[in-house]
């Protein structure tokens, strides 16, 4: 069975850091750029960062440059996003899909064909 499996959600204060992972089983993710999506409550779902197969050249949002990070271990067929100097709007359900790629990345929704379920991040004092 293919699937993606985030972990590493959590309720955190204004300004700290939350490190998720994303997980995959049955496939590798060598030939596949990974997507980083969130949600927050009554918003629609948006990509803010994404990191390319090969020679993992990475992209992030305006909202996020700068404090998101996001990294692969192939060897352990996962994906890293540590998330620091967290604010209140980073709250939402985070998500993690992959898209086949032969080279670089984009955070288009319709593109990614597996996803993971969802984490949770909350960021309140």
């Known amino acids: 069975q293919l699937q993606l499996e985030e972990s590493g959600g959590g309720l955190v204060q204004p300004g700290g850091s939350l490190r998720l992972s994303c997980a995959a089983s049955g496939f590798t993710l060598d030939n596949y750029a990974i997507g980083w999506f969130r949600q927050a409550p009554g918003k629609e779902r948006e990509g803010f960062s994404c990191i390319a197969p090969v020679d993992s050249a990475t992209y992030y949002a305006d909202s996020v440059k700068g404090r998101f990070t996001t990294s692969r271990d192939n060897a352990k067929n996962t994906v890293h996003l540590q998330m620091n100097s967290l604010k209140p709007e980073d709250t939402g359900v985070y998500y993690c899909?992959?898209?086949?790629?032969?080279?670089?990345?984009?955070?288009?929704?319709?593109?990614?064909?597996?996803w993971g379920q969802g984490t949770q991040v909350t960021v309140s004092s």
């Open positions: 899909a992959a898209a086949p790629s032969t080279g670089g990345c984009i955070v288009l929704q319709t593109t990614y064909r597996y």
